[in-house]
DNA sequence: CATGAATGAGAATTCATTCAT
DNA sequence: GATGAATGAATTCTCATTCAT
């Protein structure tokens, strides 16, 4: 998605249109709605919708209720339907949301690292400067899915977009021989993952100091992938 | 607890008691697992009531009713409020049962540990032989505690105590200098409890082989941690 | 409330519009009557719930359940709670009601009333002319609000208001110089009250004549306050 | 019931015995009871489950479980009903006995009462002494007995009982002479329960002076009784 | 497209009462 | 007699979703 765009645009201005809550990104989320019930609508209810997120990092899944979102946005109760198939759809529609924005931070992260060391400390740096400018939204978006419902969705939840990038990276330093030639990148896509999410989480609740998080994070991870 | 008769026990035997369901445990978990402001209840339906863990490792916290847990004890609704507050009450007491049972595993197996590499590798096969005889256990042991309520409880939660265990091993093989002097052990408890976590769920879902899931962690958390 | 109304019609078009479940009061009372927090509903559902009067005149307020109430209106459950905070909120409304109707029969009755001792004898035949025509509905609404509920609501019961119009009647009569001079009206008020209240239960159980009872307390309550 | 016995004692020592919890109540309380199920007991166990009183009063009855009661009396839940049939029964127990004091405190002060003027204020002043001593007892046992079940029990309530009192003292007055001749002692009975039932309560939430509430309803009520 | 009144299955919890010990 | 663990019908209230307008 918007990859070309996203290249054309600088580091700064894409994490802007970002954090401003996409007033330019309105050109690119319709282009992923499929022709189906969900995400359809382009217009302005659809924006007014977006104030789920708010309400999902606030409340959570659990203690959000349509309308609650619904009232947020100044839209009826109904409209709520018109736009998502039913609640869970809605919270995935807020994650993937999310995980495209943390996508185009790592992306452009990624556009200026160079060595292994400088990517890992590059890439945590982008994750924890969209943490503090979106409190609790990663959280909330990592949210397990089974906690979510009971039935496996076959939805490809935000976890694992995250891990694939991870992989991806870690594939990249693999070629370029600065990660060990042993390492399975797929499992360590998702190890890093579950450590960045947990290790955000102490953090956060122990107030600590950014950049202390993210030195202790980064020295452990580089330490873990490096040849 | 128990731990003067978990030391005259082999380590075996230990985990044994543990994974048969603990019928030589009676005699001390039903004791002390409680401490939850209920009257402290022994007897035959606070037995009963122990198959919370079925339900709430199958079907999660929210799709589990104390109506679900009380019927499949046996017992009568009004049954389930006279061994718990609630039902957050009752999935934190499943929830410190697991964590007492991991404890146990952990520390027999610290116990013969040698050397960081070694001790590593050790504590991973006994948490997925764990997993192996409790499957989901851990997983549903670690929900996250803003998924159960909306209120902070105070409560000191599995991961918490795991992430302890962990790091309070990290200062041991700091202090034989096996790990690197500048670890901060606190986080990388977390940061591992939260790899683990994920990687599990992860080699869960791709049913790959214990021993490559473990292989694979070990490879990562030595190189992560040896000096 | 509709007093301008009131006044443009006879007395007894007034009363029979109340006592005929206000078929023409449609065009005030919903708009009023209200004031609850709950959102100002009108329309069907939220005048089916009057039926709500039957239930708590018949079976008391403990023995009437939310649920009887909303199938009695021929709605689902979960209407209720759109009309109403909770339970206590919805008698407090069906409470109100009647004291806006006795409130209306008290007034006409005045208007025509001359000396202090046909007063009485008016007012009491009004009420006992509308406890006949809504058997049990001032029993019902005087119930005390100590066994409604534990803390106080700081709500203005019908007691208050009934004990209100008392008063302000007796200080009528002091002005005229008909009652004796040292009354104290405020206390006298709710005396009355009591006595109509637990003198009616009594007669109603007696099955006594109605204009004997009438009769009986008009005597008394002359002789207690004329001069 | 006990009349000699409260004819051999002085007045004060007859309601201080009640005052103090009837210690010497002892030799009296028990002859009431009938050879049923209810109030069999004399041991030590009854008298603990007079701490019903306390819960009646400052819960009311809806609010009071026989569980709360029973722990109050530091028995078990099944000794409960041991004493009392149903909690109903138990309720009436508590009614019967605040009404057995008052009825000693209005006998007591009748028998010193010379006119009919005196008398009245007499007796409201015991009233009120009883319920300053024992504060919300009567408001408490005066509950109307069709909030406390559906169908009508048949039992003789506190209300009747005390009514009763009032409407012989009455018919005395019109023997003497006192009273006017036409008075219907059995209705003015009740108005004049419910007068001071209601009054009482409004002196209460109002804090009045008790002084001033005996004052004001002596002067109606011989106004409306006397010759 | 938009609305919001209406719904009713379902959730958590309570409590008067019983009965085996 | 005394106990208190056990019961389950009953209660109040919620909330995701629908559908007539």
Request: proline share 2%; aromatic share 8%.
């Amino acid at each position: 998605m918007t990859t070309e765009e996203a290249g054309s645009r600088t580091r700064e201005a894409a994490e802007a249109a970002i954090l401003e809550d996409r007033q330019t990104g309105e050109a690119t989320a319709p282009d992923e709605a499929d022709g189906q019930g969900v995400a359809v609508l382009t217009g302005a209810s659809r924006r007014k919708l977006e104030s789920r997120r708010k309400l999902f990092v606030e409340r959570g899944y659990h203690e959000t209720r349509p309308q609650d979102i619904s009232k947020a946005a100044g839209v009826g109760h109904g409209t709520f339907y018109l736009h998502f198939e039913d609640k869970l759809d809605c919270f995935l529609a807020f994650t993937e949301e999310a995980a495209d924005e943390l996508e185009i931070f790592v992306q452009t992260h990624h556009a200026v690292a160079g060595s292994l060391e400088e990517g890992i400390r590059e890439l945590l740096t982008a994750i924890f400067e969209y943490s503090d400018k979106n409190p609790g939204v990663l959280a909330a978006a990592l949210t397990d899915i089974s906690v979510l419902s009971t039935g496996d969705t076959g939805k490809k939840m935000p976890v694992d977009r995250w891990a694939d990038v991870w992989a991806q990276l870690m594939e990249h330093w693999k070629e370029t021989g600065e990660a060990f030639a042993e390492l399975d990148t797929r499992m360590a896509g998702y190890l890093i993952v579950g450590a960045i999410k947990q290790g955000g989480a102490y953090g956060f609740r122990r107030r600590l100091e950014r950049a202390d998080v993210i030195e202790g994070m980064a020295r452990l991870f580089v330490r873990a992938l490096k040849k």
